[in-house]
T-cell receptor, first 112, second 114 residues
Framework: GDSVTQMEGPVTLSEEAFLTINCTYT??????LFWYVQYPGEGLQLLLK?????DKGSNKGFEATYRKETTSFHLEKGSVQVSDSAVYFC???????????FGGGTRVLVKP | GAGVSQSPRYKVAKRGQDVALRCDPI?????LFWYQQALGQGPEFLTY????????KSGLPSDRFFAERPEGSVSTLKIQRTQQEDSAVYLC????????????FGPGTRLTVL
């Protein structure tokens, strides 16, 4: 079945550091890929998405590129802020269906 | 409405009690999903509606779990004879059109079974 694997946290960084969160997936077909973010006390929000190979999703300084050859969708940000402290979830949606399959989440803590 | 709303936000139940969790999707959204998120884990799919039709209930963990969406808008997730392992955050999400990729999530209902 479909699965998403992402690096375990917590990831602790200083402000302005570079952030990478690895995400790999297993799925049949050509899934759409997503990063969702959950800020403290808030619900899940879509951060970015990519719907086909080599697409790059970007939002709020975050980027991720859909790499079919390595079945990966790693999240990156060049200079994190304290406000980026949150839990980040990688997810896929198989083309044929609509349900999301999530990874386990990665907690990121950015210190001033 | 402005977003997906869920009620109650918090529910404490004694083991064996029945609970009902409500989801109000974004007005006009066709598809509605329920997910279960255990502490420290990612959400896991429970069930999916397109309008009033329940098209996929493969994620429901047992026959104690039941969901409905009788008029194609508000949905209720019912858990009968709750067990401690049912303690989790229950998330609802909706999509405007079938081809749209973006699911909009509600704030969730945190269920604690004592």
């Amino acid at each position: 079945g479909d699965s998403v694997t992402q690096m375990e946290g917590p990831v602790t960084l200083s402000e302005e550091a570079f952030l990478t969160i690895n995400c790999t997936y297993t799925a049949t077909g050509y899934p759409s890929l997503f990063w969702y973010v959950q800020y403290p006390g808030e619900g899940l929000q879509l951060l970015l998405k990519a719907t086909k190979a080599d697409d790059k999703g970007s939002n709020k300084g975050f980027e991720a590129t859909y790499r079919k050859e390595t079945t990966s969708f790693h999240l990156e940000k060049g200079s994190v802020q304290v406000s980026d402290s949150a839990v980040y979830f990688c997810a896929l949606r198989r083309a044929a269906g609509n349900k999301l399959t999530f990874g386990g989440g990665t907690r990121v803590l950015v210190k001033p | 409405g402005a977003g997906v709303s869920q009620s109650p936000r918090y529910k404490v139940a004694k083991r064996g009690q029945d609970v009902a969790l409500r989801c109000d999707p974004i007005s006009g959204h066709v598809s509605l999903f329920w997910y279960q998120q255990a502490l420290g884990q990612g959400p896991e799919f429970l069930t999916y509606f397109q309008n009033e039709a329940q098209l996929d209930k493969s994620g429901l963990p047992s026959d104690r779990f039941f969901a409905e969406r009788p008029e194609g808008s508000v949905s209720t997730l019912k858990i009968q004879r709750t067990q401690q392992e049912d303690s989790a955050v229950y998330l609802c999400a909706s999509i405007g059109t079938i081809s749209t990729d973006t699911q909009y999530f509600g704030p969730g209902t945190r269920l604690t079974v004592l």
